[in-house]
């Protein structure tokens, strides 16, 4: 594989080269839980629904089904561990992890472990971005350059455009520069500046007119974190967990301000290197992603956040972001990729209401679908794509369980909706 290939993976959802294979699940390592319905419980037969029976009853048979499809997914892509998390009111719930959080001491994956979480911490940042509109401190028709200064065509594209993804920025992570200071030192601190830099420094840093098209950008959210800073008055992570986190009760997802990584948590394994072999990239400093991918949560926190940000409503029963402006954040236009559309920072995949995340050594994915309530979360300790389409391995997994559990939607984003469009090296 190229380096041209490798550069157009970094921090998308999509990563370099082919897992290592063989690593087999190890027995589930949490409980399942599930409420006593009225009714006789299902069995085994009738556990996996056709797409008009709806969501079906998280009991002993339909766990036992989900083991076997977790575990088939596990040995097949070479992923070292995952953590999943599925629940829906009336139905129950289930909690497990599955094979190893280290590869070196085999210590198996457990379910409380904290996970770096990679892109979703858009939806963080762009809620905190609505926040301010509502109390009137930024549009979201208001040009970037009323806020952030140097930006290429500033004075035409809006915050609108930056949270859609349909600002025509070119993203950082595209730049041959960025990936060669990544990978020559992983545990370097990064400026949201320095990562500006490298966008609007390149030959090219707008690739198409303002709303001209849909393409996935971290430069975008980049920007956003520094209009949020401004008009809070407030660090972005400590506005983040006053006014996001600590509301919802989500006690165990942070923004660090460094490379630290709390306690319980697994190690990561990544082939975002110099060299494309597999490394560790546990301790590597995230401020590269800052706004668009530094964050941390676990598997209770993401499934707090899957409802708070599909709803806009916190646990509470307050709003966290106001109705209109939840239901712009909603609107989904639909990306080149049939059945994926992207909203406010936002993704709607086959009626799956949520985002992925993704950054060396770890991937997640958080989703909500309205029509049953229901959340997944899953939690993986790799990037490492899988099979002859590179495909993220979170999808690959987000797909199995579905296809199990809701036929007529079925989670299948590929990895070609965050591919960052990137200039060529002579434009």
Not at 226 to 234: A, C, F, P, T
Not at 286 to 309: C, E, H, Q, V
Request: aromatic share 8%; net charge neutral.
């Amino acid at each position: 594989m190229s380096r041209t290939d490798q550069r157009q993976r970094l921090y998308r959802k999509a990563c370099v080269g082919l897992a290592t294979a063989g690593l087999l699940a190890l027995p589930a390592t949490s409980a399942l839980a599930h409420t006593p319905q009225a009714a006789a419980p299902q069995s085994a037969a009738s556990a996996e629904p056709s797409p008009s029976d709806g969501f079906p009853t998280l009991d002993d048979a339909t766990a036992a089904k989900l083991d076997r499809t977790i575990q088939e997914v596990l040995k097949k892509t070479g992923v070292p561990g995952v953590i999943v998390g599925i629940s829906a009111p009336g139905k129950g719930e289930y909690t497990r992890a599955f094979g190893v959080a280290d590869k070196a001491t085999r210590q198996p994956m457990a379910a409380d472990f904290y996970s770096r979480i990679g892109s979703e911490t858009k939806t963080f940042t762009v809620t905190a971005l609505l926040q301010l509109a509502h109390q009137g401190k930024v549009g979201l028709d208001d040009p970037i350059g009323k806020y952030v200064k140097g930006v290429p065509n500033g004075d035409k594209v809006t915050l609108r455009e930056l949270a859609g993804m349909r600002s025509g920025l070119l993203s950082y992570t595209a730049t041959e520069t960025f990936y060669k200071a990544l990978t020559t030192d992983p545990r370097r601190h990064f400026s949201p500046q320095e990562l500006l830099d490298y966008a609007f420094h390149a030959p090219k840093p707008v690739i198409f007119a303002p709303n001209a098209q849909f393409n996935y950008s971290n430069t975008n959210l980049i920007l956003l974190g520094l209009v949020v800073e401004k008009q809070s008055g407030q660090p972005l992570s400590a506005y983040i967990r006053d006014h996001i986190l600590r509301p919802a009760g989500m006690n165990r997802t942070s923004f660090p301000d460094d490379a630290s990584y709390p306690a319980p948590h697994a190690q990561g394994y990544t082939q975002q290197t110099a060299s494309g072999k597999t490394e560790e990239a546990t301790d590597w400093n995230p401020s590269w992603g800052w706004a668009a991918g530094a964050m941390i949560s676990d598997l209770p926190g993401l499934r707090i956040w899957a409802k708070t940000l599909a709803t806009g409503v916190f646990p509470d029963g307050t709003r966290m972001v106001s109705p209109d402006l939840q239901k712009q954040r909603l609107h989904t236009p639909p990306t080149t990729i049939p059945g994926a559309g992207y909203g406010l920072g936002i993704f709607d995949v086959q009626g799956w209401t949520g985002h992925n995340g993704s950054l060396p050594g770890y991937q997640s994915l958080t989703m909500y679908l309205p029509e049953e309530q229901a959340t997944l979360v899953v939690l993986l300790n790799t990037d490492i794509p899988y099979g002859p389409q590179q495909e993220e391995p979170s999808t690959v997994f987000g797909e199995a369980i579905t296809k199990l559990l809701t036929p007529a939607h079925v989670y299948n984003l590929p990895a070609a909706a965050q591919k960052d469009t990137t200039p060529s090296p002579t434009s």
